[in-house]
Structure formats: structure tokens, C-alpha cells
């Protein structure tokens, strides 16, 4: 039951992670915070630095609220695969089996998509690697 429950909320929160991450690209605060993976290698940014930031190149809290959400998507990932293989481990079930396998894959992803988003945003925005970033949520 575990297995279910934690599926439901990992997919709730991939939802929110895909549309925030467009909220980010709309309100031009993909480099509000220039470092990754934390924000002026902090949290957050004090409430000046907040405000100038917000006119200069968009709001870093949307910025580092995306971050936060893709690393909750990533534990709830982890929790997803260790809830699948122990269900595997358990009963033998090739339904199992697969959770598993999908939720290797599905960790997979989302590593190689942090990878990525931590590029664009140090590398400040080049074309190629920012559609990659944009193509891998898709996927």
C-alpha cells in the first residue's frame, strides 16, 4: 500500500515541479540564483538582494522554489525504489519487478535531469543545454 500512495504523491509532485519549472521560464528567473545548487550559496537571498534581483532578472524565490521541489521530487524517487524492491523482494511478482525496474529508470531521469538543470544554470542559459533540460522534463 506504501508502493501506491508514495506513486500518487511522487506523480503530484512532478506535476507541480514540470509546471513550476515553467513558471520559472516565463517570469525570466532561470538565473536569479547564478549558483547551483543552493542560491548566493544560501537558501535564500536577503530581502534587498531579493528585491533588486526580482527587477533584474526575475524572482529567485520562484527559482529556488523549483530547486526544493526537484530535490523532494529526487527523495520521493528514492523512497519509490526502495519501496518497489522491497515489495519485489517480498512476494516475486513480476509487478513488481517492473515498479522496480520503472522506478530505477524514473531516479535515473531525474539525476540526469538535476545534472542538466545545475548546467544551464552555470553555464547561464546556452540554447542546447537549455532544451535539453526542457526536453528531459518532457520525458
Given at each position: 500500500m506504501?508502493l501506491?500512495?508514495?506513486?500518487?504523491v511522487?506523480?503530484?509532485v512532478?506535476?507541480?515541479?514540470l509546471?513550476l519549472?515553467?513558471?520559472?521560464?516565463?517570469?525570466?528567473s532561470?538565473?536569479a540564483?547564478?549558483d547551483w545548487?543552493?542560491?548566493y550559496?544560501?537558501?535564500?537571498?536577503?530581502?534587498d538582494?531579493?528585491?533588486?534581483?526580482?527587477?533584474?532578472?526575475?524572482?529567485?524565490?520562484y527559482?529556488?522554489?523549483h530547486?526544493f521541489?526537484a530535490s523532494?521530487?529526487?527523495?520521493?524517487?528514492i523512497?519509490?525504489?526502495?519501496?518497489?524492491?522491497q515489495?519485489?523482494?517480498?512476494t516475486r511478482?513480476p509487478?513488481?519487478l517492473?515498479?522496480?525496474?520503472?522506478?530505477?529508470?524514473?531516479l535515473?531521469?531525474?539525476?540526469?535531469?538535476?545534472?542538466?538543470?545545475?548546467?544551464t544554470?552555470?553555464?547561464?542559459?546556452?540554447?542546447?543545454?537549455?532544451?535539453?533540460h526542457?526536453?528531459?522534463?518532457?520525458?
Amino acid at each position: 500500500m506504501a508502493l501506491k500512495h508514495i506513486s500518487l504523491v511522487t506523480i503530484l509532485v512532478t506535476f507541480c515541479l514540470l509546471s513550476l519549472g515553467g513558471v520559472v521560464h516565463n517570469t525570466e528567473s532561470s538565473l536569479a540564483c547564478p549558483d547551483w545548487p543552493f542560491c548566493y550559496a544560501g537558501f535564500a537571498q536577503d530581502a534587498d538582494t531579493l528585491a533588486a534581483e526580482a527587477q533584474a532578472k526575475g524572482s529567485s524565490f520562484y527559482k529556488i522554489s523549483h530547486r526544493f521541489l526537484a530535490s523532494l521530487a529526487g527523495i520521493l524517487n528514492i523512497l519509490l525504489l526502495f519501496f518497489s524492491y522491497q515489495n519485489w523482494q517480498k512476494t516475486r511478482s513480476p509487478q513488481f519487478l517492473r515498479a522496480f525496474r520503472l522506478s530505477v529508470l524514473a531516479l535515473f531521469f531525474i539525476l540526469v535531469q538535476g545534472a542538466i538543470g545545475g548546467i544551464t544554470v552555470l553555464y547561464e542559459l546556452p540554447t542546447m543545454v537549455s532544451t535539453t533540460h526542457f526536453a528531459f522534463s518532457i520525458i
